[in-house]
């Protein structure tokens, strides 16, 4: 649908559905009214003033200057920014609901402004940051990105903040460690520190060793040698501190990669922990895998295929046992004619998803 509306872009203008250059002519962006869901797309623009969401708000390949977001503080809008470039990205104190920035290049002098909110999830995956940035959220998942230059989250709070698997190439600045102002849930696992972090600590030794017990806890080998390497970066670990730390494991008996020592408890964390976190997911595969038997299952029993012995005695019961061994063995030999088709092409898709599964599943494994 094409945006409508009077020729003054001082006036407001009503939009829905999908708008690019033909559609939505300008180059300094008017006052607009979001009516139900509208994604721009190709769009060169700069000064936009966001007011009225009602619904999804989406960004595809489009290049702004200066993003305003406003929002009245009833309604709980989707807002998404992909593959686009981004100068100056704010939004404001009543601003809730969740925002995702995917595979996107934001600079300027305030990437992300945001007010203390109360309600509010930001998801930046993939993204590159050329400047620093403010946040204030309960979750902050900054997964999969790259920080090319100064990236300073010392103004910034919140409740978690994931930077699994992202890349620091020059400075990444954590806020302070104060008495008030603690990091619940830092999540570090696969960082690559190319350049360096920053953590100030107060010189009160009890804040020092109140963070520096916190590796303790960390479940995985690399999210604990990131937060060490960030420790001893900034002059705050040493030797009497691994002590310290080997001390904490033996009291909450558990060994030194983090996990605990009894054999079932130290089994069901490993396994846990591969099956958690943000990068690539096994339960997302195996997850489908299930769906892909279940769906042969259903075809095979709605054409009454099956396997000429009658193994469970129930022709539902019979149908999944078929695709469960189609989809792991390529059965194409024990049945004929169109069966042989169906089960070959369950096999090919099993096989392909079972290396998926093993590769991801290695992956997660030897972190």
């Not at 559609?23 to 700069?46: A, C, D, M, N, S």
């Not at 009245?72 to 470039?85: R, Y």
């Not at 149908?319 to 089960?343: Q, V």
């Amino acid at each position: 649908m094409e945006a409508d509306g009077p020729d003054s872009v001082t006036d407001a203008i009503e939009v829905s559905g999908k708008l690019g250059p033909d559609q939505f002519p300008y180059t300094q962006f008017p006052k607009i009214l979001v009516k139900g869901e509208v994604e721009f797309i190709g769009l060169r623009v700069r000064d936009v003033d966001l007011t009225g969401i009602t619904g999804n708000v989406k960004f595809t390949d489009c290049s702004i200057d200066g993003l305003k977001v406003t929002d009245d503080g009833k309604a709980h809008p989707g807002f998404i920014i992909d593959s686009c470039s981004v100068t100056g990205l704010k939004l404001n104190a009543n601003f809730s609901g969740k925002v995702s920035i995917l595979r996107t290049r934001l600079g300027g002098m305030s990437v992300f402004q945001c007010s203390r909110f109360t309600d509010l999830e930001i998801k930046e995956t993939n993204c590159e940051y050329v400047n620093a940035t403010e946040m204030h959220a309960d979750c902050i998942d900054l997964a999969l990105s790259r920080f090319v230059q100064l990236f300073d989250m010392n103004n910034s709070s919140f409740g978690t903040l994931n930077l699994e698997d992202t890349i620091v190439l020059e400075t990444f600045r954590l806020p302070a460690y104060e008495k008030n102002r603690s990091i619940p849930s830092l999540i570090l696992n696969g960082i690559t520190l190319n350049g360096k972090m920053i953590l100030e600590i107060p010189g009160d030794s009890r804040f020092e060793r109140e963070l520096i017990s916190t590796m303790y806890r960390i479940n995985n080998s690399s999210g604990m040698a990131a937060l060490r390497a960030i420790l001893e970066s900034n002059r705050k670990f040493s030797a009497a501190d691994t002590e310290f730390i080997y001390q904490k494991r033996k009291e909450a008996d558990k060994d030194d990669t983090g996990f605990e020592t009894n054999d079932f408890r130290r089994a069901m964390n490993r396994l846990s922990y591969v099956f958690s976190g943000n990068g690539m997911r096994p339960t997302f595969t195996l997850g489908w895998m299930v769906v892909v038997m279940l769906f042969f299952a259903a075809v095979y029993s709605v054409l009454g295929i099956s396997l000429s012995t009658d193994v469970t005695g129930n022709g539902i019961l019979n149908s999944i046992y078929l695709s469960i061994i189609s989809f792991f063995i390529c059965n194409i030999f024990s049945i004929g004619g169109t069966g042989m088709i169906l089960t070959a092409v369950e096999g090919i898709i099993g096989i392909l998803m079972m290396l998926f599964f093993t590769v991801i599943l290695t992956r997660k494994l030897i972190r």
